[in-house]
Structure formats: C-alpha cells, structure tokens
C-alpha cells in the first residue's frame, strides 16, 4: 500500500523548540484541557504556516480542529500512564514516564480504563466532540516492549532471559490494553498514528504504527519468540501496518520483518541499512528518519548530500519518504527548508522521469 504523493516528506519540532519559539508550555492542560488544546494545536498550525508554508505545512492554520491528541509532538506516555507509572508534566519537554517497578508480571486490562488519566481523555474528547460535533488526531500508543520496561524496568531483560512464563502473559494483556484504546481512537477520528509518524497522514486508509524504540535492546531471537506474533497479527487484521524502530540497528530485524505476512511501512532509525532493509522488504514503503541533532551540525550542503544518498540508498522513490523527529530550539530555519527543498527537488526528477 503505498503513500498518496511521492516522497512524503514532514518534521515534528521538539517542545523545546516550541516553548523558545511561541511560548507554548506543555503542562498537562496542554494534553488535557480542552481549549487549550485546540488552541495550541492551530497556534502550532500558523507558525508552521508562517515559516514553511510553501511545503504544505501549516494547511490547517485557519481551523480550530479539536485534536484528542498532541499531533505535532512526539509524546508516548498516555498508555504507560493508564497501566500505572508516573508521569511528570513539564514547561519545555515533553511528558516524563518515571518507571512503576512493578514486582507482578501483569496489567489488569478493565482496570486500565477506569483510571483518572483515561476518565481525563474521555472527558477531553466528549467535550471536544460536544462543542465541535466531531474529533481528529489520534494519540501516541507506544509498543508493547516500550511500555513493558516503563512498568517493569530493566528487571524485564532478566525475565524474558530466564524464560519466565509470566512474561508472555504480561505482554498479552499489554497488548490487550493497546488493541481496545486503538480501536477506541480509530472509531472517534479514523486514525490511530498520526502521533507516532505524521507521513502516517498521507496513507488513505489509517496506517497502524506500532513503536518499536525499545527493541534495539534485544535480540532479533527474542523478538520472534515473545513479540513477533503481536505483529503478525496486526498484519493480518490492520492493513495498512507499520512498524516504527528509532534504534541504529533495523537491518538486525530485516530477516524478521520480512517473516511477517506484510509490512507496509517501516520508520528505519537513523544510521540503519537501507540497501539491506530493501533486500529484505523489496514492497514495504521505508521511512528514513534524519537525526535531529546531527543534522544541527551539517552545513546545508552537507544535509542536501546525505538525503539525496539515503533516498537512493533506499531504492525506490514511490517506497519511500523522509522526515526528522524532534528536532530542538538550536535548529536553524534553514536547515528544515534544506530538508524540504531537496525533497521537492527529488520528487520532481523523479517525476519527470517516469
């Protein structure tokens, strides 16, 4: 399944960037209030539009959209929150998982969803969709690995390494808790990963993104013998499916993936092996995820070079988009510009060209 333009190109500024540049705090009213939400996000909207209008950004700037979820953020942690951790709101930066510790291998699913922090994002959106008559946006879900560790800690890689029986029962209900919010989300605005990947709002059908930051720590093995089936059937049920990997390394799950009944789309960390990736997953659209800080370092030339060689690494122009994650207050304009410029320029020739 493939994107609705060539190339997609998007970014997501960090609060950092945010805060210096519109004085826009994220506290929980921010999450939670709903005028303040619908506020903040068109604030966000016009400032995108001011500085790089040009590229597409910035087209809701003259609507109030009554988003249930930060979508120009990247803010995992509502998930975590209703299955028990701590979570720490703050002016500049974005929500503060702390761990739970938790000794008891399990999540008890029905009490997920009557705790304070899901009865805060069900009141947010009932009032949003009684004064507006609909909702939009989605909210960041996280991955099953990722809220496993903010509930149990480190303690997790020992679990999963003494092959503990608990761990995959533990890992269900978690999923369980991911698959009903989800589809909660997905019958209230008809997406679900928008706050995962904004290029998930070029697909015509809601692409499913599921976050695999953490599995950088484990091996490709444990993956397939706690994880994968997860996935699979997500694959199966949730077309179009992808999988988001921040890490350095997705060319050590390459093989993996490829195992999996279909991946549509794939979030490929920077500093992962794109000509590898495309061997293995000749049909799965490949998301290169510039690094935000690097890229502050780069002479604009130098930026220009690495996206032309990471979007030919990859192999296919239609399979293919680009974007940079969190980028903070020490960006330069111009280097986000650079980003969309040579973007544009590529998709041209490659239009041109067929």
Known sequence: MKTNITLPVDIVLAPEWWNKNTGITFDR??????LKRVECEQKMEKTLYERWGEYGLGADKDTARPEIGAVHLAAGFLLSEIMGCEVEYSENHPPAVHCNNREELKVDVKSAFKTQAYKAFEALCDTLKKKHGYL??????????????DIRGQQLFLDMAMEDENVQGFFDDIHRVLSKFVALVERKTQTTSISVNRVARYYQKPLLLHSQCSHTMISSQDYERYLMKYDVGWAKTKRPFGIHYCGNDPQRYAESFAKLPVLDFLDVGWGGNLKILRKHLPNTFLNIRLDPVTLNNYSEKELESTIIKLVNESGNPHLTGVCCINMDDKVEDSKIT??????EV?????????
């Not at 909210?139 to 809220?147: P, S």
Request: charged share 15%.
């Open 29 to 34: 009213d921010f999450f939670f209030h709903p």
């Open 338 to 343: 650079t980003i969309f410029k040579t973007v």
């Open 346 to 354: 590529l998709r041209k020739n490659y239009q041109d060209q067929s």
């Open 136 to 149: 939009t946006g989605d909210v960041n879900w996280g991955g099953i690995l990722n809220i496993a560790m």
